[in-house]
């Protein structure tokens, strides 16, 4: 699945694999690529921005630190990321409900 395929939903995805733990920009692209069963691959020119874009509106805020004996810029969750994420998650339900309305047959075209 392509980063296009996310447009629109990509502030959600990358606010909630942070929820769960600092991290740093690669480990989240592995944190996505992991939670979709290898179905989002991010790409780094899709990711940063995205996180600088985050991090100015203050849903995340990042840190320097060593990981793996590598300089990295580790993104935690603010408390306006909190409550950012619950407004992706209930904004999504809605979204999802509303395209599973759509593309549900309805009883007059079902097969059978």
């Known amino acids: ?4 395929a996310v447009r629109g939903h990509l502030d959600g995805l990358i606010l909630a694999v942070v929820e769960r733990e600092p991290l740093h920009g690669y480990a ?3 944190a996505l690529r992991v939670r ?9 020119g899709t990711l940063y921005p995205a996180l600088r874009r ?5 849903y995340l805020q990042s840190e320097w630190g060593t ?3 590598r300089e990295r810029r580790t993104y935690r969750l603010t408390q306006a990321g909190h409550k950012r994420l619950k407004e992706e ?8 409900g ?3 309305d759509v593309l549900r ?3 007059a075209t079902r097969p059978g």
Do not use: H, N, Q
């Open 1 to 4: 699945m392509k980063a296009d």
């Open 28 to 30: 989240i692209i592995e």
């Open 36 to 44: 979709s069963g290898g179905e989002l691959d991010m790409p780094t």
């Open 54 to 58: 985050l991090e100015a509106a203050g």
């Open 67 to 69: 990981a793996g004996g």
């Open 89 to 96: 998650r209930r904004g999504w339900r809605k979204f999802a």
């Open 98 to 100: 509303v395209i599973e």
């Open 105 to 107: 047959p309805s009883p």
